[in-house]
C-alpha cells in the first residue's frame, strides 16, 4: 500500500534562518506531488506541484522553493524564513487521472 | 483559472441537529472530492462522485452532485461530537488536472 512520509512534525526556527521540509512517498511511482500551507482557521494554500523529476510549478511568488530530486521525494526550502511562513505546511501526492489526493501528517512551522 | 466557492465558512450546532455545507464551482467539473480534517490533523479523503446528479450515503453523511456538475453539497444528519472538524471540497475540471480546494466549512458540534 501507499504511504507518505512528511517530517519533522513541528518545526521552530528564527526570522532568517533556512529551512527544509522533506517529503517522501512509497509504494507508487510517478506520482503527482504538492506542497500547501494552512493558516490557522484558514484554507489550503497551493504553493507548489509536480508532475515528475525535476519538474515544479509554483502557484503563489514568495521566499520559498521546491525540488523533486526523486520521483518520490519533495523537498519545501526557504534560504531565509519570514514571519508570515509561519503555519501548517501539508504534502500531499496524487496518482493520474481521478484519484484523491492523500496529505501527509504536516509539519507546524513556527517563526520567531 | 478555476475557482471552488464553500459556504458557510464556519458553521456551529448543537449535537443532534443537522448540518450542510455547500460547494460552488465556476466551470463544469469532471469529479468532485469531500475532504473531512479533524482539529490538529492533515485532510483525509471521504468521498468521490462523477456523475450528474448523483447522492452518495456514508451512515449520516449524504453527498450530492448537481445535475450540471458545478455544484455539491454535503450534509449530516443528526450530527455528533466526532464530526467537529473542516470539510473540504475539491473540484477537477478533466481528468488528471489537479484538484481545486474550496476553503472549507468548520463544524463544531455542541454537546
Known amino acids: 500500500s501507499q504511504t507518505i512520509h512528511q517530517w519533522p512534525a513541528t518545526l521552530v526556527q528564527p526570522v532568517g534562518s533556512p529551512l527544509s521540509l522533506e517529503c517522501t512517498v512509497e509504494g507508487t511511482s510517478n506520482p503527482n506531488l504538492y506542497w500547501y500551507r494552512q493558516a490557522a482557521g484558514r484554507g489550503l494554500q497551493l504553493l507548489f506541484y509536480?508532475?515528475?523529476?525535476?519538474?515544479i510549478s509554483s502557484e503563489v511568488p514568495q521566499n520559498l522553493s521546491a525540488s523533486r530530486p526523486q520521483d518520490r521525494q519533495f523537498i519545501l526550502s526557504s534560504k531565509k524564513l519570514l514571519l508570515s511562513d509561519s503555519g501548517f505546511y501539508l504534502c500531499?501526492?496524487?496518482?493520474?487521472?481521478?484519484?484523491?489526493?492523500?496529505f501527509g501528517d504536516g509539519t507546524r512551522l513556527s517563526i520567531l | 483559472g478555476q475557482q471552488v466557492m464553500q459556504i458557510p465558512q464556519y458553521q456551529h450546532v448543537q449535537e443532534g441537529e443537522d448540518f450542510t455545507t455547500y460547494c460552488n464551482s465556476s466551470?463544469?467539473?469532471?469529479?468532485i472530492q469531500w475532504y473531512k480534517q479533524r482539529p490538529g490533523g492533515h485532510p483525509v479523503f471521504l468521498i468521490q462522485l462523477v456523475k450528474s446528479g448523483e447522492v452518495k450515503k456514508q451512515k449520516r453523511l449524504t453527498f450530492q452532485f448537481g445535475e450540471a456538475k458545478k455544484n455539491s453539497s454535503l450534509h449530516i444528519t443528526a450530527t455528533q461530537t466526532t464530526d467537529v472538524g473542516t470539510y473540504f471540497c475539491a473540484g477537477q475540471e478533466t481528468s488528471g488536472s489537479r484538484l481545486t480546494f474550496g476553503e472549507g466549512t468548520q463544524l463544531t458540534v455542541n454537546p
Open positions: 466551470t463544469t467539473l469532471s469529479n
Open positions: 509536480s508532475v515528475g523529476i525535476g519538474q
Open positions: 500531499a501526492w496524487r496518482g493520474g487521472g481521478n484519484q484523491p489526493q492523500h
